[in-house]
DNA sequence: GCCTTATTAGCATAATCTGCCAAAATCATA
DNA sequence: TATGATTTTGGCAGATTATGCTAATAAGGC
């Protein structure tokens, strides 16, 4: 891979576009010091190499009836890879879990699961989570508040 | 507030807008069934009532050489609210601090932190968490892999 | 210093957005 | 069930924005 090489004006441009994904390209240009034709072929290229993934709508948890987020953590009985593999595949099919991740020390995985209410909660872990195969432990850590959520990484280390 | 009442083609709306930021309204306009006028409308509807925070472009972690997920738990010394409000705007000043929580039992906050290698969590523990006033305690959990990362809420349960 | 290559600016065309008005649908009330 | 008021919708027109093309500029190698 020939590394593409991400310069100072990428970087503008992607710290730009995770701020505002619906910038126009002409406001975006002006932004990163360029007139909007190469502006935009920068854009479509970050696209392209899959840099950048995608464009979402960001929607209020709170005005959608989420309010509870709970933080799972998961023991399979045995870390045989098949396991892994049929669990991962267990955990993408349901849309309540919006982060999971393979973890070091105790426990196997952490999952972060948004639900309307403690009820919804405990639905999920009784038709879903405690049913699929291999699940030995679970522990439920439940958030007060979100603090913080950001979908922007920090970009200051390409700086070159 | 008369609640606005989300229907059916907002939920549509809200679903689409979540996969893809960027459609243009003509397209989702035929997705949700709809012309491109009432669309566009209901669309401005929900970013003015703050439904829809915001629009943003996901970027790929591994590709901006941000591998590295840590989840971290910190017991404060107090549970004062004035020392809340202080650690909370710390935490918000750091942008490798990509979620904060306040939790129910053992620790207070729980965060996900995205930096390129372990020096550099490291150097954020010791130049910046271990310095917040009022931190007792810190616990470290590192990912193996991000099995998975959604950012669009789940809206089934708003089906009237 | 010259030539090659890559990147840029500006313009013209095409696509898209968005406000306005009449028509259709919905709802409450009698 | 009929009626009228209110809300929502569809289609059109003007304005904005995106995007491909070409020439000019800048960067890099020899």
Redesign the interface.
């Known amino acids: 891979m020939p590394k593409s090489q991400?310069d100072q004006i990428d970087r503008k441009i992607?710290t730009r576009?995770?701020?505002?994904?619906?910038i126009a390209n002409n406001d975006l240009a002006e932004a990163v010091g360029l007139s909007p034709s190469p502006c935009l072929r920068r854009v479509k290229a970050l696209e392209e190499?899959?840099?950048?993934?995608?464009?979402?709508?960001?929607?209020?948890?709170a005005?959608?009836?989420?309010p509870v987020?709970v933080?799972v953590s998961v023991t399979l009985e045995k870390q045989v890879e098949e396991r892994l593999d049929s669990f991962?595949a267990a955990?993408?099919q349901r849309?309540?879990?919006?982060?999971?991740?393979?973890?070091?020390?105790e426990a196997d995985?952490?999952l972060r699961v948004?639900v309307?209410d403690l009820a919804?909660y405990e639905q999920f872990l009784k038709t879903h989570l405690t049913r699929i195969a291999g699940v030995a432990s679970i522990k439920s850590?439940?958030?007060?508040?979100?603090?913080?959520?950001?979908?922007?990484?920090?970009?200051?280390?390409?700086a070159v």
Request: net charge negative.
């Open positions: 991400i992607l576009l995770q701020k505002d994904g619906r190499s899959g840099l950048i993934r995608t464009y979402v709508a960001l929607v209020d948890p005005m959608v009836e989420l987020n933080f991962e955990i993408r849309p309540e879990v919006l982060e999971c991740y393979l973890m070091t020390g995985y952490l948004v309307p919804a850590s439940f958030a007060l508040k979100q603090v913080r959520y950001e979908t922007a990484l920090p970009l200051h280390h390409l």
